[in-house]
């Protein structure tokens, strides 16, 4: 008999690696992973190139009209990218001028109702994987394994640095450091599905533990949810 299909949640602070360990479940389990962040970011992508003031609440209803994101599986690098209106922005939204305006678009009702509707949709047949600050809380509530990631401050501003770093050699670690805190500041403290942990969310603190150790841990927790699903 065909193994029962779960969902699985993963939220935490910014620069925690939740994408890495939801790609790597993803993969083993044969589940589909979703970047739930990547939304919010193309979101803001579109905001910032057509000047739309996310202010005024009807300009936003309006520009969240003309704004369709998709994600498609990439053979070549094995992870769904996500295009907005037909254009691959995978890259382009990791930038630091969308990260910085990012917290800001995530924290309004419209765009949260907008993106959390498409979430909903794409959990329906389960097998999912999908990270972000509200996906156990609010995005599926019912999800059967619920993981909360968190590290030291000081570890995820060296880990988001050195990504950026690869590809900006003129960012400052200072830059990354305030960034980070006012992403976590807004996306903690905004009215509309703050970042928080669920009540049955389990905590997987990666300060001091490896990716190989902290994959293997959560392997464990999903199947063993697996196995009891009737
Ligand atoms: O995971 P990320 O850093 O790519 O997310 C970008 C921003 O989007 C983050 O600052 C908060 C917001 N976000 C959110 O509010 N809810 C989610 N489910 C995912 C991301």
Redesign the pocket.
Known sequence: MAKKKIIITIDGW?SCG?STLARQLAKQLGYVYV????M??AITLYFLRNHVDWTDPVKVREALQEINLEFIFNEASQVSEIYLNDENVEYVIRDLVVAEK??EV?AIREVRSFAVAQQQRMGTRKGIVM?????GTVVFPHAELKIFMTADNAVRVERRFKELYAKNPNITIEEVKNNLEM?DYI?SNREVSPLRKADDARVLDNTNISRDEQFALALQWAEEMIHHQK
């Open positions: 910014s939740k970047d739930s962040g990547a919010y970011r990012v917290s995530a990270d972000g600050r509200d996906i992403r996306d």
